[in-house]
């Protein structure tokens, strides 16, 4: 019996330690978003920190990436976190992938926020040259304690849609 409640008390101050560190990460909207572009991002090998990522996450969140379907529609595909590590995860760390945020429009009303963070794709951090440019479209929710994100919504930069010079730069 002692050893049960040893064990129960070892995990309890391992996970209270995570989830402080964790509630660090969703303080403040700058420190949530920057958590999201560091935990997909990594040099190929490397594993990512899905736990982490999940937290970043309201229960009923969506990523939706859009794009042309191969008919030459547009369309878009929900998946929620679970989700998209199953989709992702694998890739992400069998190629190397580094998302940085290079433009950041941001609009709140209330405890919601509305960002537009436009992003360059590499494979490795020393690349100069990105392989793929967008932006996403993050919706937050403060709850007064954290920051939630509740959806993510992107769209890749094209040859017929270039990123418009607003979104380049901070506002």
Same mark, same amino acid.
């Given at each position: 019996?002692?050893?049960?409640?040893?064990?129960?008390?070892?995990v309890?101050?391992?996970?209270?330690?995570?989830?402080?560190?964790? =509630?660090?990460?969703?303080?403040?909207l700058?420190?949530?978003?920057?958590?999201?572009?560091?935990?997909?991002s990594?040099?190929?090998?490397? =594993?990512?920190?899905?736990?982490?990522?999940?937290?970043?996450?309201?229960?009923? =969140?969506?990523?939706?990436?859009?794009?042309?379907?191969?008919?030459?529609?547009?369309?878009?595909?929900?998946?929620?976190?679970?989700?998209?590590?199953?989709? =992702?995860?694998?890739?992400?760390?069998?190629?190397?992938?580094?998302?940085?945020?290079?433009?950041?429009?941001?609009?709140?009303?209330?405890?919601?926020?509305?960002?537009?963070?436009?992003?360059e794709?590499?494979?490795?951090?020393?690349?100069?040259?990105?392989?793929?440019?967008?932006?996403?479209?993050?919706?937050?929710?403060?709850?007064?304690?954290?920051?939630?994100?509740?959806?993510?919504?992107?769209?890749?930069?094209?040859?017929?849609?270039?990123?418009?010079?607003?979104?380049?730069?901070?506002?």
């Amino acid at each position: 019996m002692k050893n049960l409640v040893l064990i129960v008390f070892v995990v309890g101050l391992f996970s209270y330690g995570q989830n402080n560190d964790y =509630a660090k990460k969703v303080e403040s909207l700058d420190s949530t978003i920057e958590t999201l572009y560091s935990v997909i991002s990594g040099d190929k090998g490397e =594993a990512r920190n899905w736990e982490l990522f999940k937290y970043l996450f309201h229960k009923d =969140a969506k990523l939706i990436p859009t794009g042309k379907t191969k008919e030459g529609l547009h369309g878009a595909t929900f998946m929620t976190p679970d989700d998209y590590i199953q989709r =992702a995860g694998k890739w992400l760390v069998e190629n190397g992938f580094h998302e940085v945020e290079i433009g950041r429009n941001v609009q709140t009303f209330g405890n919601i926020t509305q960002v537009f963070s436009t992003y360059e794709s590499f494979r490795n951090k020393s690349d100069i040259e990105p392989f793929m440019r967008g932006i996403n479209s993050i919706q937050l929710l403060n709850d007064g304690k954290r920051w939630w994100i509740i959806n993510i919504y992107w769209q890749q930069e094209t040859d017929d849609n270039p990123i418009p010079k607003q979104y380049l730069k901070n506002e």
